[in-house]
């Protein structure tokens, strides 16, 4: 609470002494108020009743002034309802004043000077000559700056003292915390140097805790804390925080529990828990060690343990048990869930002794009277499942062998995962290796076992002679692996021979090669699997002699330098090794028989051998000269303030000195006897601290000179505020950063804008700034510098940064923005302004537009944005119900229909306008709703020629009428001239056979008329009813009288001829050109065109390989591999002789070209813009191909395939010319 001057005088005279400033008006004296008891210790916090007095000198004006602030006025004055943000008050018994530069002792006025102006606080103090105390009362705009001066304040008055603290070994990590952090911390909020015990000193490194048995008493180590007074009591409380919390809880263990007593101690787990008492704990439970551990609450902890061991020792004593044997196969029905069910029923244990333990007893423990129900339900349990033995065949090694490779495949896993309510088992690698036989346990209901004994039996089957071994030195397994990874894919591609290698870590040299037996490759052969193993097996040594020549050698190396050649974390051990790991090297004991502890044994590829051997020796002859070189120190002695910013945050400043240079660097604040007894005169903030580094002469100097020159800069180094409004902070920051980063390379300094607003109104930022504030920290020519385009900058943006807001119409957005922000784009590209369009709800009438830029740039956004909405303002929209059906014929081809219609209207002829004009349905959308939107005039003139041209559609009728194919193409014309004089003069729509529309008109009102009718001799007309009778009457005149002598005759055609002679209809067509109509016996009902060949599997991707561009595919198969066999009859039908003689001729040639045609091509470029050159001008090029060639050429629409049909020659001659023409296309662009 802040007080007023009258309420600190009135204090002031509640405690006895003499009002100095008696009142003017009233003479009486102030009631008498209680006085408040003494505090044993020192209470920081609390309000003194004491004024304060100012520090600058008295007035010395005539009428009575105020001591109480600076100004001058009546004594009292009215309250005024300013009061500062944060206030506090603490008292002083004792103060030390420090000493300036030159030695000469600071006032008291001094001292709170140089604070306020630090951390720019009000500061007030009041003396009490009575109690010799002094009381502090400081005023802040924010906590965080409050507690900063208090600090301070409280660092340059109070004398400085010494604390020790007794701390349990066991707290000594959590107080200095994850890489020094809680310690730091501590240090951080009082300024108090804590000295812990170094690691060497107490055993325990930081971080971890040492584990003490609870009947011992934990060591302490004493932990020191110097500095102020209260700061440094303030710091002991936060110690013993941390201790307290630490030595809450505990952490015992009841280990040894013996195997039979166990399983009844897990069942009792709800009791234990209830022996805690409520308090807070947790069970873990080691079973493999026989061990269980119980942490939390120290109390809850002891009861728990102490019941635990209790029940153990009962346990012991009152326990029994019955002895059974059963078989080893058996046992795997009574471990796990097993065991659990059988105690839960029973309240008995079983315990069966390890699967690698060839004993076959069973041992049954619990109380005399349950121990025959426990009996019952082992055997009970052991008799649930059946178990079928599997013996693996052949030698043993075979055994192995094939063992080795269900385990590499997962194959018990998969099996189970087949067949659920199955499990298999298989023999352990220890059991394994001793075991003359070996045998897999199937466990299951018999029927399932059964399936899966028969699954099993067929793999062995498969797998026997399909194995073999290869002794290959471990050491170059992961040399082969890495560079012939392809080579080892290859072998099961080629041989189908899959080659498994051991485990690193066991360094085991036999390399085991199988002939996979769940390929589709696989062949029963046994001369086929031994042919291809062998291959393998000479391929595979080969690889191995390939890869290196292993060698051993023994070096003789002083133990006390084997540590030097591990290194840290076994770094230095990694690097002689390698990547590729194909050294091994041992020491000691571990080197060999014959070794002793200073053998060093080294063994691997004969290259690898010699250079690692040098490496040591060079290591160690290093090691040797570095206990000579590091023996160099130097000290010197920096000023105190800089040491934070030299040691950088949890060390990183020396960490890097000590990486880069290899040198130790050590701070401390120790000085001797006598600084200590001139310390009381040179406190304050040029106090010095001791820095030492050793290591090499020549490293020492060079972290020393670069220490200094920190150290120099930091001297120089100043800040400065500048007042820059928020809204220009992005802009002057740059996108991630770039413009400020920049500046801060440019002249070497910091600078630091205000983050995210917190509860006090200023910037969330280690400084701390208002909004509105950056602060610039650097060298002085730097922040100067900095601080000089910073502003100009600012200007720049007050410029260019202009801001103005406005609001549209919201359903005028959608044109504002355009089509996938087109509209919205354009207007920015043309006037250089940035717009932000709000994001409203629907239901808004109003949307809000930002724009930013310059004046000029944002008047003509503005104005080019407002047009808009006043045009969307004048339109209407009007919606008609159109069928689907008529869409199409609508919009025409290409949108002609369309655009023919809106220019008969007045309407706009741009693409974009007439986008805008009439929408339709998106093809495939079932709607019928077509919207028109638009000027008033144009809507209505084009909904009314709509709604004319769909009601004429509504009564179009599609009527069919024979038409002879050979009168077709007199009756079209050259270029479609009659066609299109006959739909003039008739108002109706004529379609051919072949042409495109022709299928899209619809089936014909009359279409049953025509059943018997050949397809080619049917023409559509559609319209109205009266346009097409015309027409079909005008068809029917025009067409000439057949000759009354026709002539025919039949011709055989095999079947697999008909599509290599048809040219998909083409030969027909050509044949109707001589007046001849062909009727076929049988149609073909396969495609003669056989399927393009699937890919070969190509090895998945990897996604570290560059992806490659793709290429040219060509491949050719035989045209006549699955062909239609038998004859079909074809009857020409002509004219007059001469016709049927040119047709007969046709389909002789026809059919012997046909025969010529032996294979197909597939011929795939990587895309289709090369197509338009290869066909050329209406099909120019690929009819020229086809002249040179005599192939067949045919250019797929849909994918980039060009399918080539004909001999084989002719084929590749083709595909030769195509490349060619695609190849002078990439060279053009």
Known sequence: MALSAADLQRRHDAEGAPDPFPPIADSAAPEARP??????????????????????????????????????????KPVIAKTP????????????????????????????????????????????????????????????????????????????????????????????????ATLKQIRDQTGVRVDVPRKESNGTANGHTTTVDEEEEEPTVPVTLTGPQPLAYEARDLLKQIIASKTSKATQRVRDIPDHVLPFVIARKAQFEAAAQGGDLKLFLNQAGREITVSGDREAVVRVVDAIKSFIEDSKSSLKNLKTSLPKRQHRLLVGKAAQDIMAESKCAVVVADHDDPSDEVIVWGQPADLPAGLTAVMAQANSKYIHEFPLPGPIATSRQILTYMIRTQYPKTLTTANPGVSVFTPSAAAAEKAPALNIDIVGDKSDVDAVVRQVSEL???????????????????????KNAKKLKQFHDVNNVSVYFPPESAESSSVLLVYDPLSSSYSPSPDEKSRNLDEVVKELSKLAKDAADVKSETIEVDGRWHEAIIGEGGTTLNAIIGEDKTLSIKFGKDSGDNANENTILVRGASADVTRATKEILRIVENAKNDEIINSYSTEFDIDREYVGRVVGAMGAGINKLRDQLGVRVDVSDEVDEKEKDNSKKKKGAHQKSKVKITGRKENVEEAQKRILAQVERLADETSEVLKIPNQYHSSLIGQSGKYVIRLEEKYGVKITFPRQTSDNGEGKTREQLKLDEVLVKGGRKGVASAKSELLEAVEFEKENNNVVKFTVPTRSVSRILGKGGAQINEIKDSTDAMIDVDKSSDDSAMTSITLRGTKGAITAAKTAILAIAEQVAEEITVTLSIENKYHRTLIGVGGQGLKDMVARCDGPTDSKALATLIRFPRQGEPSNEVRLRGEATIVNKLKAELEKTVADLRDRVVLAVEIPAASHRALIGHQGQHLKDLQRRTGAQVQFPGSRSYAQTGEAENASDFANTDSGDIVKVSGSRTACEKAIEDLKNSVKSA????????????LKYHHAISQNGQFFRNLRNYGVQVEQSVHPQKSALPDRPAANGDEPARIDEE????????????????????????????????????????VRDAIEQAKRVSHVGFLTL????????????????????????????????????????????????????????????????
């Not at 505090?39 to 010395?60: I, Q, R, V």
């Not at 000759?1043 to 095999?1054: E, K, L, N, R, S």
């Not at 050429?1193 to 490349?1219: C, F």
């Open 85 to 180: 943000v944060y206030t506090d008050s603490f008292t002083l018994s004792t103060m030390e004043l420090s000493t300036t530069r030159d030695g000469k002792p600071m006032t008291l006025g001094e001292v709170m000077k140089q604070v306020m102006a630090k951390y720019k606080v009000k500061l007030e103090a009041s003396q009490n000559q009575k109690t010799r105390q002094t009381t502090f009362h400081i005023k802040a705009e924010s906590q965080k700056e409050l507690e900063k001066a208090k600090r301070s304040l409280l660092a340059l008055l109070s004398p400085d003292i010494t604390l020790t603290i007794d701390a349990p070994v066991s707290t000594l990590g959590t107080i200095v915390g994850p890489k020094g």
């Open 1166 to 1229: 990587p895309d289709r813009t090369m197509f338009p050159r290869i066909v050329g001008t209406k099909g120019a090029n690929v009819a020229r191909l086809r002249n040179e060639t005599g192939a067949d050429i045919q250019v797929s629409r849909e994918n980039s395939t060009i399918i080539i049909i004909g001999a084989e020659a002719d084929i590749n001659a083709a595909k030769t010319s195509i490349l060619r023409l695609a190849s002078n296309n990439t060279r053009r662009r």
């Open 1107 to 1146: 992806e490659s561009a793709p290429e040219v595919q060509w491949e050719v198969v035989e045209y006549y591999q699955d062909v239609e066999e038998g004859d079909s009859v074809w009857t020409l039908k002509a004219r007059d002789q001469a016709g049927l003689e040119r047709a007969q001729s046709a």
């Open 1043 to 1054: 000759a009354p002598g026709a002539v025919t005759d039949t011709i055989t055609v095999p």
């Open 460 to 482: 062995i089957g498969k797998l026997f002679g399909a194995t073999q071994e290869l002794t290959v030195d471990w050491l170059i397994h992961r040399v082969i692996m890495g």
């Open 35 to 76: 006085k408040p008891a003494a505090a044993e210790e020192l209470d920081t916090g609390s309000h003194s009743a004491f004024p304060s007095l100012a520090p600058s000198a008295p007035t010395t004006k005539p009428a009575p002034k105020s001591a109480w602030g600076a100004s001058g006025g009546p004594r009292i």
